[in-house]
């Protein structure tokens, strides 16, 4: 006697099978940018909780599906709109190379195309499942500089509390019997990142009430905060008290993350007060009645939105005759002026095309970027204007100099001796600090099939040597693909 599988199961792997093409679909659109996105996550230190996020949100949809069970699932073809303005806004960012985008883009879309299959009453359910993928793009590591100001401030502030003398200059703090340098590794951004993913966990889990949820993942973006400050006083005092003995080398880092688990732990034990009881979902429903049909228009319709405009834009952008430029030796394809190579003390060591000398007297440090190459990006925060193991900020500051938007930074190391550098990008004859126009620059420069590939320019203005004279070194340049030392990649 055989048995037949009831209308429910069959409407259920139609859904199902559908649902799998379009995630088919977004894995072919975004393959490139979520292979960036792992390799981040792999990188660096403060992304490896990224690895986890999508297993939790996976898990916390499957813990859902009573609830889900009881919803009304209906693909909703309206949320398509904004899919498509979300394809638009990656295409923008895929052209201008602005990963961060790239990345938030590809997150929304997936969450934007789950809403369009399931409906608004089944996508409130999974709200926050869905909004926690968020947590896996990788982004904070702008904030570094801002934290270890911050950081140096707390420290500094409580050493006066406490009567010792202490001078700070830059990100160097001195006391009388030794140096601390607040570096980027001591700016707290891994603990912050991580434990501000996990307390917002946290605050779903134990809070149903919005105030108390906000409250306590407030507490967990601030709490890291005004932690690591007090770590880097703490650090400060042993060395002070031992003579500079203690809390040298390894020794910082070791009572770092003792510290920084005892935080956790604060954190984990402050979330335990007032926590909300949760109703038990009833465990009879059948998720499968819930299902609805996908026909094919629907799938179609929702396939031709994710991929459409994104074949459209690479065969405009890519596939019609645009010039991919690489160069060898950055020197002699941006100077005709006199040239020397050196090794320069501020200069920031990278595995990039990079060169690095004296024109004219000056000394200048070239980067050089070509974003046909993937994952690489000529506007982009990793590029360092200095080398921060032995350097610090004292200020930076924009200025506008013939029709020029320039950054320029004072710099000091520990004996004192202070340096004056100016930057700015370079793509052709455009010159600016500005990130937003050299993006748009560069975009403007795809759309008319001419390469986007450029510099990053640092340069020591000397003693007695006016901005004027430096910026002629640079300023009769036409395309590198003009100059000498450029071949076709």
Known sequence: MSVMNSPSQYITSRFLLGAGGVLLAWLWVYAETLQHMVQVWAASEAYKHCFFIPLISAYLIYEKRF???????????????LLFLGQLAFIVSA???????????????????????????????????????????PFGEELVPWLQDVTAWISVSMLQ???????????????????????????????????????TLLAYLNYQKYWKRSLFILLCAV????????????????????????????DHL????????????????LGTFGVDNVEK??????????????????????ILVLIAPYAASNYWLYGTGATSVSVKDPAPSILSARIESSE?????????????????????????VNEDVHGRELVSGRHRLFNEKFWSPVRSYREDTDG????????????????????????????????????????????AHEPADGYFIVAEIPEGRSLESLLTLFAPLTHIADSNGVHDG
């Not at 997150?107 to 926050?128: K, P």
């Not at 001078?167 to 019997?177: K, T």
């Not at 004996?415 to 993006?439: C, F, I, P």
Request: hydrophobic share 55%; aromatic share 12%.
């Open 223 to 250: 709490i890291p905060i005004l932690a690591n400050g007090i770590r880097a006083f703490g650090i400060i005092i042993i060395g002070y008290l031992t003579d500079m003995e203690h809390a040298t080398g390894a």
């Open 404 to 447: 020029r938007e320039l950054q320029f930074a004072e710099i000091v190391n520990t004996t004192g001796e202070r340096k004056r550098l100016v930057s700015w990008y370079q793509v052709g004859e455009k010159q600016t600090a500005n990130s937003l126009k050299m993006k748009v620059h560069q975009l403007m420069a795809r759309l």
């Open 161 to 199: 509390l406490f009567g010792i003398p202490v001078y700070r200059e830059g990100l160097y703090i001195f006391i009388p019997n030794g140096t601390f340098l607040v570096a980027e590794a001591c700016a707290g951004i891994r603990f912050l990142i991580g434990t501000f993913a996990i307390g």
């Open 95 to 137: 052209a201008l190379d602005i990963n961060l985008l790239m990345h938030t883009a590809a997150v929304c879309s997936l969450i934007v195309i789950i809403w369009s299959l399931i409906g608004h009453q089944a996508a409130r359910v999974l709200m926050f499942p869905l909004l926690y993928l968020l947590f896996s793009i």
């Open 254 to 269: 070791v009572y770092g993350w003792f510290f920084f688990a005892f935080v956790m732990i604060i954190l984990f034990w």
């Open 67 to 81: 609830a889900l069970a009881r919803t009304t699932i209906q693909f909703r073809p309206e949320v398509l709109i």
């Open 281 to 302: 979902e009833e465990t009879n429903a059948s998720l499968t009645s819930a299902m609805p049909t996908l026909s094919l228009l629907k799938l179609g319709l929702l």
């Open 344 to 368: 320069l003390s501020w200069s920031m060591p990278t595995d990039e095309i990079i060169w690095t000398g004296r024109v004219n007297n000056v000394p200048v440090r070239l980067l050089y």
